[in-house]
């Protein structure tokens, strides 16, 4: 007789219950249960009852094998020591039939010898529980080997999926298939493979495909050892290969994807299946799309450099202040000088003074100018490795017009040891002029206008410099965490939007972050970051 428990979802004092859905899952699910102790067997019932397993009952190993024949269950839960045929006797059998040796066998004595274990193990079971045994355990070891049991029945229902399947994938797939021998000759081609070749399956049926195969940039078969297919054949590894050449039937060429995979049995190659793709599309594309995004860049740069000449241009009457000042010095130095000449007690070292300080007033103009040009150049895209605090440095000097203009004081704190930065210089010269004007502005006729615009550069986790911009101006708007980077978007009555969202996306090309945070004293506080060199 045949002992079932159809066992319902209730509560078990023992451990957590499963879910309904998993009650569902495991409705098919049966356990053998073999002991000859009545007292065990109650105890593995109430340990295993209201989980949603169907629970079969033996005494002996005889009635067990019994059993398992008829109803076949996912596990069996065998004590050793039984008279009669015993837990190993049982377990062997049960691994010599065809019909029964997927069942999980889980041994449950009082037997704690590792050799008795290892006999165990070796008879084909898949686990050992102790006795006396602990529900929890039971439960976890019953569970881990159940769902092992689910995995493995849905894996073979989808091999059996795949089998029925794979041929008519085969035929309908848009990738070409060819399955070749060891010496590289095909055995097999699917339809596309035929259609992107321009053969027929008889045609294609023991042809070379190495001979088809063309080596890189040219359009002739590479020679068989250089290819990535005999090293598939020859070493079982699998490969891919990313627009390689293939000859067509007629002796055209067109470009493909290929993977390599190696068919073993027995850990011996047989053979390989070649996957490849026609991307003649994809190639006209990409040679799209690269146009494309040079012209993207071409504007780009344009917009770039305009945004700099803009900024030269708002600041251009204050550089013709600055200019115009060496250049008055050096027109009344001049006159001196002439003076002097005509002198008949010729003053010699009065007139090498003079001399000097036109010099030195002609420098001070040229580095004005030379800042200027320097700034307003459009740039090749030349990362260059710069020293970052001399970079900011000669920014604040650019900026000191408008400082005065704005009667702002500049302020530096830069850090010492700051490793050097991989930048176009141009560019973040840029960008860091950009916020230094904007703080400025933000802090014209503002009471903490004395207090100046601060400027830091700091390092951060060894792999990027960061360059802070702060101010105690009017601070920023309420919507600038949304739009403060979008181009167009301004607070200025007179401002374009485009400043921030051109170096926004300089800064983003050097893969570093720009952003921005609300002062807590009052203002903003602007920074961005470039990588170390």
């Known amino acids: 007789m045949i002992l079932v428990v159809d066992s319902q979802y209730q509560k078990d004092a023992h451990s957590e219950q499963p879910v309904p859905s998993e009650l569902a899952e495991r409705k ?101 529980i102790a006795k006396p045994f602990q529900s929890e355990e039971v439960i976890a070891r019953v569970e881990n080997q159940l769902k092992i049991y689910r995995l493995e029945r849905a894996l073979a229902a989808r091999n059996r999926q795949l089998e029925a399947s794979n041929q008519r994938l085969l035929e309908t797939m848009r990738e070409g298939v060819f399955e070749v021998d060891t010496d590289g ?36 078969p590479a020679p068989r050892e250089q290819t990535a297919l005999y090293k598939t054949l020859r070493e079982g590894v699998v490969q891919s290969m990313e627009e390689g050449g293939f000859l067509r039937s007629d002796g055209s060429v067109f470009p493909v994807d290929f993977s ?51 900024s030269m241009g708002e600041m251009a009457s204050g550089f013709a202040h600055e200019v115009n000042q060496p250049l008055t010095a050096i027109n009344n130095y001049a006159q001196v000088c002439r003076r002097v000449l005509y002198r008949d007690d010729f003053d010699k070292a009065f007139l090498d003074e003079a001399m000097s300080k036109i010099a030195t007033q002609a420098q001070r103009a040229g580095d004005i100018i030379s800042r200027i040009r320097s700034f307003v150049r ?15 440095t000669d920014i604040v000097r650019l900026a000191e017009v408008d400082a005065r203009n704005n009667q702002v004081e500049i302020h530096l704190d830069l850090a010492e040891d700051l490793p050097d930065v991989r930048i176009d210089p141009i560019q973040v010269q ?16 503002q009471p903490a206008r004395d207090v100046g615009v601060l400027v830091e550069t700091r390092q951060l986790d060894g ?29 200025k009555p007179d401002g374009m939007g485009i400043g921030l969202s051109v170096c926004h996306s300089i800064i983003q090309t050097h893969g570093g972050t720009l952003n921005f945070e609300r002062n807590p004293e009052g203002g903003a506080i602007l920074w961005f970051t470039v990588p170390v060199a």
């Open 185 to 220: 000759f095909v055995v097999f081609a699917n339809p596309a493979a035929c259609r992107m070749t321009g053969g027929d399956g008889q045609d294609l049926i023991s042809r070379d495909l190495f001979s088809m195969i063309l080596c890189e940039n040219c359009n002739k």
């Open 463 to 491: 792999s990027f410099v960061c360059v802070r911009v702060i101010d105690r101006g009017h601070g920023l708007a309420d919507d600038a965490e949304e739009k403060m980077f979008t181009p167009f978007y301004t607070t």
């Open 378 to 392: 459009k740039p090749d895209h030349h990362l260059e490795v710069v020293d970052c605090n001399r970079l900011i």
């Open 28 to 128: 098919d699910e049966k356990i053998l249960l073999v002991d000859d102790n009545p007292t065990n067997l109650q105890v593995l019932l109430q340990t295993l009852n209201g989980r949603g397993y169907k629970l079969l009952i033996a005494k002996d190993g005889e009635n067990a094998l019994r059993i398992a024949h008829k109803a076949q269950p996912a596990l069996v839960l065998l004590d050793i020591m039984m008279p009669g045929i015993d837990g190993y006797e049982v377990c062997r059998r049960l691994k010599n039939d065809p019909e029964l040796s997927s069942i999980a066998v889980i041994f449950l004595s009082a037997l704690d010898d590792t050799r008795d274990k290892v006999r165990g193990l070796e008879t084909g079971a898949v686990d050992y």
């Open 260 to 310: 390599y995979t190696p068919i073993a049995e027995k850990d011996a190659i047989t053979g390989a299946v070649v996957v490849f793709r026609d991307v003649t599309e994809k190639k006209r594309q990409q040679e799209v799309l690269t146009q494309a995004l040079g012209e993207v860049q071409e504007q780009k740069d344009k917009l770039t450099h305009m945004s700099r000449l803009s």
């Open 430 to 445: 840029q960008v860091a002029l950009n916020l230094v004007r904007n703080a400025m502005e933000a802090m014209k006729n």
